[in-house]
């Protein structure tokens, strides 16, 4: 409904609020109405009910076609702008946001300011909304549908005189209530509950007015469920104006969220930067960084070369920066001589690469369970989490990417060559160790892949290399065995 409502806005033929609106959508037995304004509900025009009932029963309803899927679309933006205001936000249903404001009204001066300061920017950006602020989830839900324009509720007993559509029931059941007598949330609070539970005991939740009324009461809880969990770390810049540019607010935001972040112990492995736009979008840049810090000035030059990738639209009125990723970072005590701690200068590198050339630019060798040495590392993303990785043998630093064949001039019966040829240099083996023997994986090799003996040998001039022999004599899956040199130590 508000999407339609602002497309009529913006084409200059907004209905007066007086007007009855419906939105409708084709039905199994033909158009039904989808979506209502307040003006028809408070005529009766009942969601999910056909529109030539709807009609009858209000001869000056106005209908028109509905666009769900863009109707959602918006509802899903929106709600990630709505948390200007809370860090909690979830869609609900088809025409409707809910917010855990929770301890977050004092920071626009109170309860009503903050109301006030919502339904102000929602009329900004083309929207009509009816506000409510109650205790619960289905007690807010009640006064945004059937309360006053803007409703602040602290006791659930204020829902006495609402109808009983009002909790959420199913238009069926609020029927049926309706002819038992059992007109408002007062007459269903005063029956005795034994006689409900008898009656709506099988019924499902949008059926059970028992429960419906002990959610909007708090009897039973109903927490919220975001599609993301808030960040536990969060600092807000708010602008009197709406600006282009969040580079003059970014060190300060990041001194405040590491001053957080120092307080808690914790250091920030991931940033996200957003801004919020005065027509309804959000925009956000995401950095990552090797090691957890909380170093403001090493934060702020993560996002240097980012900033640019913002689209401001017509300017934006709220920035936040937030670390949705965080880690235990314990204090450090400074070296005597007064010099930097080295090891914080790797990550910090990385770090720097990463923010220019980006994550993927950067990789490194991470181990996975094999016994082939070339399947035993992969190649990984930089600032990926580390995995736990199996312990593995005495390794070169070095392997090539694939094993060179050697010549043996005379090998040491079931030894390494006493000398061989590689890329056209003998050479003549001084010691080794070995052989350590690695059998083909049956799973993934193919059938008649013969077996290896590795050994590492150290040649006349000092040289440490990995040898292996490839198959037995007579073993019945080839010729001869074969050698090749797979890597070599330093």
């Keep these: 409904m508000e999407l339609w409502q602002k497309q009529a806005t913006q084409a200059g033929d907004p ?51 509905a666009d769900p899927e863009g109707d959602s679309r918006l509802l899903a933006r929106l709600n990630l702008w709505m948390r200007r205001w809370c860090p909690w936000s979830a869609v609900d249903g088809t025409n409707g946001l809910v917010l855990d404001t929770t301890g977050a009204d004092h920071l626009w001066g109170g309860e009503a300011a903050m109301l006030v300061d919502m339904e102000t920017r929602l009329s900004r950006l083309g929207f009509s909304a009816q506000l409510a602020l109650a205790p619960t989830w289905g007690a807010a839900w009640a006064l945004a549908r059937f309360g006053p324009v803007r409703a602040i509720c602290h006791d ?109 112990g914790q250091g920030a492995r991931r940033l996200s930067l957003c801004v919020y736009r005065t027509d309804g979008e959000r925009r956000r840049i995401e950095v990552s960084t090797a090691a957890p810090s909380r170093d403001p000035a090493h934060l702020h030059s993560l996002f240097r070369d980012r900033l640019e990738r913002i689209d401001p639209g017509f300017g934006f009125d709220l920035i936040t920066l937030e670390a949705p990723g965080a880690e235990l970072l314990d204090r450090t005590q400074p070296m005597l001589g007064g010099r930097k701690d080295a090891a914080l200068e790797l990550p910090r590198l990385i770090d720097r690469l990463t923010a220019r050339f980006g994550a993927r630019a950067l990789s490194r060798p991470a181990a996975r369970q094999s016994h082939i040495p070339e399947r035993a590392e992969v190649t ?60 083909p994986e049956w799973w993934q090799d193919r059938p008649g892949t013969r077996l290896r003996d590795y050994f590492m ?34």
């Design 457 to 490: 040998v150290e040649d006349h001039d000092g040289r440490r290399l990995w040898l292996y022999r490839e198959g037995l004599p007579a073993d019945g899956r080839g010729g001869p065995p074969r050698w090749f040199l797979h890597g070599m130590f330093f």
């Design 15 to 65: 209905p007066p609020q007086e007007v009855p609106v419906a939105l409708r959508t084709e039905g199994p037995h033909g158009p039904v109405i989808h979506a209502t304004n307040r003006a028809a509900r408070l005529a009766g025009v009942r969601e999910g009910a056909r529109v030539t009932d709807m009609q009858a029963l209000c001869p000056g309803l106005r209908v028109e076609h």
């Design 156 to 264: 659930t007993a204020d829902l006495a005189p609402l109808p009983v559509a009002a909790l959420r029931l199913h238009g069926d059941t609020a029927l049926l209530l309706h002819r038992l007598g059992l007109k408002c949330v007062g007459d269903l609070a005063a029956m005795p509950r034994l006689s409900l539970a008898r009656r709506f005991s099988r019924a499902k939740l949008d059926a059970n007015p028992l429960l419906r009324l002990d959610q909007a009461t708090g009897r039973m809880g109903e927490p919220l469920a975001p599609p993301d969990a808030p960040p536990s770390f969060r600092a807000i810049a708010r602008l009197a104006e709406p600006i282009m540019d969040p580079a003059h607010h970014l060190p300060a935001l990041c001194h405040d969220l590491c001053a957080r972040l120092e307080a808690a």
């Design 380 to 439: 990984a993303p930089l600032l990926a989490p580390p995995q736990d990785s199996p312990p593995l043998p005495n390794r070169p630093a070095r392997l090539l990417d694939h094993p060179e064949e050697i010549r043996v001039l005379y090998a040491v019966p079931e030894g390494p060559p006493a000398q061989f040829v590689w890329r056209r240099q003998t050479h003549r083996v001084a010691r080794y160790q070995g052989p350590e023997r690695i059998a």
